[in-house]
């Protein structure tokens, strides 16, 4: 992002966004799987790519902000990104995750809860995992926020500032923390690249191995 970015304009757009979730949330709790609970996870899935393109759009129609996914790729890029996958698996779920969980018993059995359902339907589920939220966070939160505060505040500023907007965004205290560890790792890559489409491959990944070491194991076991 070219243009600079305040810290209060930031936060108003994050806000809204988290307005958005809870909007998708709700229709997801209360009225999909109420009134059509045999393809809840489908209109779900709908409903949060519709949103999605909608935010995007109001974004870019209000700050003239341009998403360039491709800009800045490059081979090397995509190969430390396949390495921060993996290094955010190793870090996170396997050392720092079992740690938080043991600190916070209640969030852990609502994650494992939040898992269960996803479960349920895992193609619908690796969807909205592994493609709708890493393309949309990595958007928000690098290519916009950690862009465009870079350019008003600095780098170090601006990844601090982004990697915590971007824990608050996870309801589960566990996510929280580890996704305020991911935010930095994710933004520093995206500082190094310069690539959106570094950061998304990264994030994507990560989930992409969580996935399957975590989800599917659960939906066989149904």
């Known amino acids: 992002m070219d243009k600079g970015l305040s810290v209060g304009q930031g936060a108003l757009w994050v806000l809204a966004w988290f307005g958005v979730m809870l909007f998708y949330t709700f229709l997801d709790v209360a009225v999909w799987r109420k009134i059509a609970p045999g393809c809840a996870k489908l209109l779900n899935v709908i409903s949060i790519a ?3 393109g909608g935010f995007l759009s109001l974004l870019r129609s209000k ?3 341009q998403i360039d996914i491709v800009k800045g790729t490059s081979v090397q890029g995509i190969l430390l990104a396949i390495g921060c996958a993996v290094a955010l698996y190793l870090l996170l779920d396997k050392f720092l995750d079992p740690v938080f969980e043991g600190m916070l018993p209640g969030s852990e059995k609502r ?5 269960q359902h996803l479960s349920k339907a895992p193609v619908l589920s690796f969807v ?7 393309v949309m966070e990595e958007i928000l939160m690098r290519g916009f926020l950690l862009g465009g505060l870079s350019v008003s505040y600095g780098k170090v500023t601006a990844l601090c500032v982004s ?8 309801f ?8 305020l560890i ?10 190094r690249t310069d690539s959106l489409m570094c950061c998304i491959a990264a994030h994507a990944g990560y989930n992409l191995i969580s996935y399957f070491t975590m989800i599917l194991p659960l939906f066989k076991r149904t």
């Open 163 to 170: 990697s915590a907007f971007f824990a608050l965004l996870h």
């Open 182 to 191: 991911c935010g930095i790792i994710l933004g520093l890559l995206y500082i």
């Open 63 to 65: 700050l003239h902000f």
């Open 128 to 134: 909205q995992v592994c493609i709708l939220a890493p």
């Open 172 to 179: 589960n205290m566990v996510q929280t923390l580890s996704a």
């Open 50 to 52: 519709l949103c999605m």
């Open 111 to 115: 994650y494992q809860q939040t898992l």
